[in-house]
């Protein structure tokens, strides 16, 4: 217990420190050559996000000019890997975050100095029937820089019921599992849960053919993902690629979906770490939606897959 406590207090505390200056160090260094910045790969870079979402975000929201975002982060764990945990930290920005893990508020707050912005934190499970209601109450989409929805399961009904130019950034993720050429998302399933959706841990998301024809709905357009392949970055159209990112070029959807990553399980729940054949083999008699077919073609995945 003491030991706990004396890790909690000092030995965490420092290390975070350490982190937040080397990443801030490095971020500061990068913004030299962003106007010049080819791929969105050369701006990959992690502080407190899970991959490289820290350093693309900065640069996106550099280019656009805004130094104080106000965002919205649904699906953040304990907030100690997080796509808003640097902005955070960095701006003393105002923020909205959102997940339903147990004791929610007191472990972010163990990660983080709440006091050093304005941040709601809010334990709920979000789905398609009480996005709207929740961020109405919260007043969280008014004026948004920054949206990012991470919960492995139902994300692509989320955004359906999202009104357009929601935000004027969004990171989105997406199975790169289901590959480019399909568009699909696992069905509207309220308390969707992938372990338990197939024991395999493969099957849950959308696709990014999905994403990207969602976000076309919604005023946005597609500018890339990270190195890690498993989430997607989108710019509203009132910012065009031609005034802001000028000589970024777009990766092709092959490249985009080109992930290496393995968190497959076997039938005990154990990892397997299988290859790319072997997860996409594990998970083709799935249920997916079709949604070229329509919000209601349930199909097989094997049907869908050349």
């Known amino acids: 217990m003491i030991k ?54 900065d640069y996106l929201l550099y ?41 929610f508020e007191n472990r972010v707050k163990r990660n983080i100095k709440a006091w050093r912005g304005e941040l709601k934190i809010i334990k ?28 492995d399961g139902v994300d692509y009904w989320i955004l359906k019921k ?4 929601f935000s004027k950034i969004a990171i989105l993720e997406f199975n790169p599992l289901f ?18 959706y197939h024991y395999s841990n493969l099957c849950f998301g959308m696709s990014i053919k999905a994403a990207i024809n969602v976000m076309k709905e919604k005023n946005f357009y597609f500018i890339g993902t990270n ?20 000589n970024l070029e777009i990766n092709d959807l092959s490249s985009s979906v080109n992930a290496h990553f393995s968190e497959s399980r076997n039938l005990k729940k154990e990892l397997n770490f299988l290859k790319y054949n072997e997860r996409l083999k594990e998970i083709l008699s799935c249920e997916v939606v079709d949604l070229t077919q329509g919000d209601d073609k349930i199909v097989k995945l094997e049907k869908l897959i050349n």
């Open 227 to 246: 190195l890690f392949r498993n989430n997607a970055f989108f710019v509203s159209d009132k910012f065009s690629k031609n005034d802001f990112f000028k």
């Open 63 to 103: 280019q656009l000019g805004i130094e104080k975002p106000n965002f919205l982060e649904i699906g953040v764990g304990d907030y100690s890997e997080a796509n808003t945990r640097f902005i955070f930290e960095r701006s003393s920005s105002k923020g909205t975050i959102i997940d339903c893990i147990d004791d």
């Open 124 to 151: 709920k499970i979000i789905n398609s029937d009480n996005i709207i209601e929740t961020l109405n109450k919260d007043n969280s989409l008014s004026d948004l820089d920054l949206f990012s929805l991470d919960i």
């Open 179 to 196: 590959g480019k050429d399909i568009e699909v998302t696992v069905p509207n399933i309220i308390n969707f849960d992938r372990n338990n």
């Open 162 to 165: 999202l009104p357009k130019n």
């Open 4 to 57: 706990k406590l004396i890790y909690n207090i000092f030995f965490k505390n420092f290390l975070n420190k350490k982190i937040y200056m080397v990443g801030l160090s490095h971020i500061l260094n990068l913004r030299k050559n962003y106007p010049n910045v080819k791929k969105l790969n050369e701006v990959d870079y992690k502080i407190f996000s899970q991959n490289g979402e820290d350093g693309i975000l």
